[in-house]
């Protein structure tokens, strides 16, 4: 009985590393880095990308397929904030910069995010930040959902009636702005709507988010217009399209439908180009 009381506490520290490790806790794992952005730590896992022929809205390129996402990743809370990039870049380039610093930065490019991130990884001594590729972004938005939106059906393809899953969670065409007339359609901070069951903030609406991956714009054989690539197949793992002169992009805007806010939807420009409803998130590598 002398043992006893270690014995206790053996089994003690035993149970909260067996809860630590657990992966309902690990995924709400956090961390904030020198810039103040906070990275939600996102499970491996697999899922089923795209959407399914009934589903409103949905696009010809939105095929449903199997993808594995074999390594955990960290995802940005919220969207790259323009008070983030202005402190690490030195200027403001969004078309809202008078909104204030904790709205999404907007009018950028691709290869400007690129050029973001790279400052970031020299800043910090490390090379764990990247754009999320186009499958850890839909796989972080879903967050284990298989509905249009993280929550929730599409219902409507209305400015003028609400959205019940994206009326607390994004700004779109609805809430951010005027309908009687049409106009003061805007971005607004980040983190002011609900977050979906990860913890990640506005990955519907506010504004586009770019992507690593490339794509084609049109499907050479149907004709049909859209964001084309060849990772779109059963059973992929780690999919990165790196093919095409276009670069993708996830995420409705904050002038958008419902049905550019689906959990699916997926569009393309080319690296080069600014536009006000245009902004990115990051993810970070496990060390």
């Given amino acids: 009985m002398k043992n006893y009381p270690k014995l206790i506490t053996m089994v003690f520290i035993t149970l909260l ?34 959407s399914p022929k009934s589903e409103k809205g949905r696009q010809w390129n939105e095929k449903q397929h199997k993808v594995v996402i074999s390594k955990s990743f ?27 610093k904790n709205h999404p930065v907007d009018t950028i490019s691709w290869d400007q995010c690129k050029e973001f991130i790279r400052v970031l ?12 590729t186009e499958a850890q972004w839909e ?41 009687s007339p049409a106009g003061g359609f805007k971005p607004h901070p980040v983190k002011t709507g609900k977050p979906n069951k990860w913890g990640l903030y506005d990955m519907h609406g506010n504004v586009q988010e770019w992507v690593l991956d490339s794509c084609k714009w049109r499907n050479f054989w ?44 997926r569009s393309y420009y080319k690296p080069g180009v600014k536009r006000n409803s245009l902004g990115f998130r990051i993810v970070a590598r496990r060390l």
Wanted: glycine share 10%; proline share 5%; charged share 20%.
């Fill in 222 to 265: 149907r004709t049909k217009v859209g964001a084309v690539t060849e990772t779109y197949k059963d059973n992929i793992i780690d999919p990165l399209n790196k093919t095409g002169k276009h670069k993708i992009i996830r995420g409705g805007g904050w002038y958008q439908k419902s049905k550019y806010q689906r959990s699916a939807y």
């Fill in 74 to 100: 960290y995802m940005g809370e919220t969207e790259v904030t323009q008070g983030q990039w202005e402190k690490l870049v030195g200027f403001n380039p969004s078309s809202f910069s008078k909104l204030g």
């Fill in 17 to 50: 590393i067996a809860l630590y490790c657990h992966p309902v806790f690990a995924e709400t794992k956090i961390f904030t880095n020198k810039l103040g952005m906070r990275f939600v730590l996102i499970p491996s896992g697999s899922f089923v990308m795209g």
């Fill in 139 to 179: 796989y972080a938005c879903r967050a284990g959902s298989t509905s249009a939106f993280s929550n929730g059906p599409i219902t409507t393809d209305s400015c003028n009636k609400p959205e019940p899953a994206l009326i607390h969670m994004a700004w779109y065409c609805y809430n951010s702005g005027e309908m």
């Fill in 121 to 132: 990884n020299k800043w910090e001594k490390t090379n764990r930040y990247q754009l999320p």
